[in-house]
């Protein structure tokens, strides 16, 4: 019984940690990241064009979105599996609230010394140092990993092709940091200021974006989407060849040779569609159970901005004239894609995560979804127009598809705390401690 019990409580305190590691993430999400979003895209839209807006600021919203709140899930949702591995478990709890404590530090650090600049040669190298320690004890923790096949699996799910992408998309994150503190070195020493120059910039997002949580949301929808959808197990080989093609186009976009780069990464898209079936017809129902019935449309939607991004890249290595269709590819990506799967699949299996709760309101789910969407498209459509000139009457769509986007990213927020401070149902009807007669 005392081993029992000595589980359970540690199962709770590792719970406890990841609810930290999420919540902290939301709020990167909401205040570094979209807040500050939506103020540059205001001022964009009032000035015509980006040209007087800091270019730190610019950078300091998409590190606070990447790293800030996208990395921060998969560090805490990472530390949390570690509940699973045999021998890891006593540990786990206390490398986790010590990776929380530097990777918070590190992402913290950095959005406030892009905007404040103060003392920013030494903080900045200090904010990347902070964030690579926070990462390194998490991927020294999991390197062990090991999965064994369960049974009844069969095909590419039971030969768990879906922890080798998860894996690359964690060497992507580690790529990733370790470029971050390349520059970040680079400008202390030789920068006027704390922001990366704009092509090196260009380059660096490729690689944080197409390295790293894409092909992690490839891993894990390999993993989950069969069963959450009703379609059939991914095609391993079709998904290995989309990670070598896609390999391959996050090295010729780092080198800067942005047409092949851009037609690898539509290519990959495709290839990685295909290969997880997200448009096949479901062979039995999807599982939406606790969350809005729309769920399994929004997967889809979301491979779909997946694939307009590639293609909007492509057009943008040959006819981009003032970064409108260089924008519009990034954020066709990093909110049509990467956060509609995030607001999806987040509120699918985050509530279960952090103490098998169930989510609050399937509806807010909805709305934001719709919302979030709904700002996606204004903002794509609108950047090409009004940024290359096709049509400048669309300058003040820029801060509508932000208030329709942060609308969404609250909502999500909102509802994901709330179910955090609910009890468990398995917990509410278990009587009081101390309650009945003596």
């Known amino acids: 019984m005392g081993d029992i019990e000595a589980i359970k409580q540690h199962e709770a305190a590792l ?3 990841v609810t930290v590691w999420i919540v902290t993430g939301l709020l990167f999400m909401l205040l570094p990241g979209t807040l500050l979003g939506a103020w540059n895209l205001i001022a964009i839209s009032d000035q015509r064009g980006a040209a007087h807006l800091d270019p730190a600021w610019i950078q300091a919203h998409g590190h606070a979105q990447i790293f800030g709140w996208i990395g921060t899930f998969i560090l805490g949702i990472g530390f949390y599996s570690l509940s699973k591995m045999r021998g890891l478990a006593r540990f786990a709890v206390t490398r986790s609230w010590a990776s929380w404590a530097l990777w918070t530090s590190g992402v913290g650090l950095r959005w406030a ?3 404040w600049q103060w003392q920013w040669r030494w903080m900045l190298p200090v904010s990347a140092v902070l964030e690579l320690a926070g990462f390194l004890l998490f991927f020294i923790t999991v390197r062990g990993h090991r999965s064994e096949k369960n049974p009844g699996e069969s095909g590419a ?3 768990q092709v879906w922890i080798g992408i998860v894996v690359a998309g964690t060497l992507g994150f580690l790529l990733s940091l370790l470029a971050n503190f390349a520059t970040a070195l680079q400008a202390s020493f030789f920068g006027a200021n704390p922001a ?7 380059r660096l997002l490729a690689l944080f974006t ?6 992690t949301i490839w891993g894990f929808s390999a993993r989950w989407l069969p069963v959450f959808l009703g379609i059939a197990n991914p095609n391993g080989l079709l998904l290995r060849i989309a990670l070598v093609i896609n390999t391959s186009a996050v090295a010729c976009a780092v080198g800067a040779w942005w047409i092949p780069a851009t037609m690898l990464f539509a290519l990959a898209a495709a290839t990685a569609s295909a290969g997880l079936r997200i448009f096949a017809h479901p062979n039995r129902p999807p599982k939406v159970v606790g969350v809005h019935p729309s769920f399994p449309l929004f997967v889809r939607i979301a491979y779909v901005w997946l694939l307009i991004s590639a293609c909007v890249s492509l057009s943008a290595a040959g006819w981009d004239k003032a970064g409108g269709l260089w924008g519009a590819s990034r954020h066709a990506l990093t909110v049509g894609f990467i956060s509609t799967m995030v607001f999806a699949v987040g509120q699918r299996v985050l509530p279960a995560f952090c103490g098998m709760r169930v989510l609050f309101s399937p509806a807010l ?3 934001a979804l719709a919302l979030l969407n709904i700002g996606c498209l204004l903002r794509v459509g609108s950047e090409i127009g009004a940024y290359e000139g096709y049509l400048p009457a669309l300058w003040p769509v820029l801060p509508v598809s932000a208030v329709f986007e942060i609308t969404a990213m609250t909502l999500f927020a909102i509802n994901l705390i709330v179910t955090f401070g609910q009890v468990p149902p398995h917990l509410r009807s278990l009587p009081k401690t101390g309650s009945g007669p003596a």
């Not at 990366?196 to 260009?202: C, I, K, R």
Request: proline share 4%; hydrophobic share 50%.
């Open 365 to 367: 789910m909805f709305v």
């Open 15 to 17: 719970q406890g940690s």
């Open 157 to 159: 799910a039971g030969s």
């Open 196 to 202: 990366v120059a704009s092509d090196l910039d260009q």
């Open 113 to 115: 010394t892009n905007l």
């Open 210 to 215: 197409w390295a790293f949580p894409v092909v």
